[in-house]
């Protein structure tokens, strides 16, 4: 878990990325998408969306008011994305190191002749 301080309007909030928090906002990017795609489903979506975004505002402390709440959520969107850019760029160099790792040649000792 990684706690992140982020302010809006002026006033500080922490935000503890855990992986529901993570989970939480894939699933409102997929909503997002989906009344973008499909804005006929907005309808539809519209009620789980503001559920993900309740969700999330309640990993934030202290609660939000209303008038930071879009801000808010387009700050942990931001957040979450940094962290998972990190991650991968974490991944793969760890990747590029193992596979650096595995073509050295292996050297063999030297029998040595009697």
Known sequence: MISQEITINGKKYR?????QVLSDVRRLKALYNAAYEDPESFDEVSSAISNTITQIAAAV????????????????????DEK???????????????AKASKKPSEKPKKSKK
């Open 15 to 19: 935000l503890t990325l855990t992986d």
């Open 84 to 98: 998972s850019k990190e991650t991968e760029e974490a991944k793969a160099k760890h990747l590029e190191d193992k």
């Open 61 to 80: 402390e202290p609660p939000v008011s209303d008038s930071d709440l879009d801000g808010l959520i387009q700050a942990v969107m931001k957040a979450v």
